[in-house]
């Protein structure tokens, strides 16, 4: 139920849509006389687009949650496994296609591979299932080991965990797949603003995880202003920020995560 609820209310939360909805809500009142409700709803949504679109709203939003987590200034000397998450490859094309696609978020498996070969006896765990409520798509967790074993990383290295559906069940499923014991490291590589909310999760299911985050968005220095990014990249930061701040007070809210911004130690 808290899948198909958070997906839902994604749908309608996300920027573009809740732009959209607000302007038909506008032209309804409109069209039953409340001019002034119509022109605060119109209102509301250019505003949320404009400072969607052309300010570093989303930059400020992901800065904080990308500057949680650094990696180790000294790594790791041994590393039994490495956790990626999902969500770094096109599940839709790769099923049509039978290829390895990345999308914007393929940072992840790029440094995974490249980690593979930094520790040639860690174990490799993929965890992502189909993250979609409508949309039909090959799971991370499927597609890839196509890439990964076309990187040069064996097949028997790798672990494949392909039921999950969100954050809080690749923790759990990860957890059940790899057994870490005690004493073991084990890398979490997922995006950056990621990072906070896959640990918090993480420990909640008493998988210790030494964060590794990549995907950056951001440079940590926008400020604030206007015109500061490219509009679709703009888009895409605010959209992910409100995302994953929603996302990290839900968790925090249903007690899935013990504190609502987890940070080192």
């Given amino acids: 139920?808290?899948?198909?609820?958070?997906?839902?209310?994604?749908?309608?939360?996300?920027?573009?849509?809740?732009?959209?909805?607000?302007?038909?809500?506008g032209l309804v009142a409109f069209a039953g006389a409340r001019r002034r409700l119509g022109y605060s709803l119109i209102s509301g949504g250019a505003l949320l687009l404009g400072l969607s679109v052309w300010s570093s709203l989303g930059a400020n939003l992901l800065a904080p949650l990308e500057g949680r987590f650094a990696k180790p200034e000294m790594p790791p000397e041994s590393v039994a496994g490495?956790?990626?998450?999902?969500?770094?490859?096109?599940?839709?094309?790769?099923?049509?296609?039978?290829?390895?696609?990345l999308n914007s978020s393929g940072d992840r498996f790029v440094e995974t591979a490249i980690l593979a070969r930094r520790f040639p006896d860690a174990r490799i765990l993929v965890s992502g299932g189909a993250g979609e409520l409508l949309l039909t798509g090959e799971?991370?967790?499927?597609t890839a080991p196509r890439l990964l074993m076309a990187l040069g990383v064996a097949p028997e290295r790798l672990i494949l965990e392909n039921r999950s559906r969100n954050t809080d069940e690749n923790a759990r499923f990860s957890k059940?797949?790899?057994?870490?014991q005690p004493g073991e490291t084990w890398l979490l590589v997922t995006s950056a603003f990621h990072m906070p909310r896959s640990v918090g999760l993480f420990r909640r299911a008493g998988f210790d995880v030494v964060p590794w985050p990549v995907d950056y968005r951001t440079a940590g220095d926008e400020g604030y202003g206007f015109f500061v990014d490219n509009a679709i990249d703009s888009l895409q930061n605010t959209t992910l920020g409100i995302r994953e701040w929603i996302g990290l007070f839900a968790y925090w809210l249903t007690g899935r995560i013990d504190q609502l911004l987890p940070g080192p130690g």
């Fill in 139 to 142: 799971s991370d967790a499927d």
């Fill in 82 to 101: 490495i956790v990626v998450l999902g969500g770094g490859l096109e599940g839709s094309i790769n099923r049509a296609r039978g290829g390895y696609e």
């Fill in 1 to 25: 139920m808290f899948f198909v609820m958070s997906k839902v209310f994604w749908f309608v939360a996300q920027p573009i849509s809740l732009t959209l909805l607000l302007i038909v809500l």
């Fill in 176 to 180: 059940e797949l790899s057994k870490p």
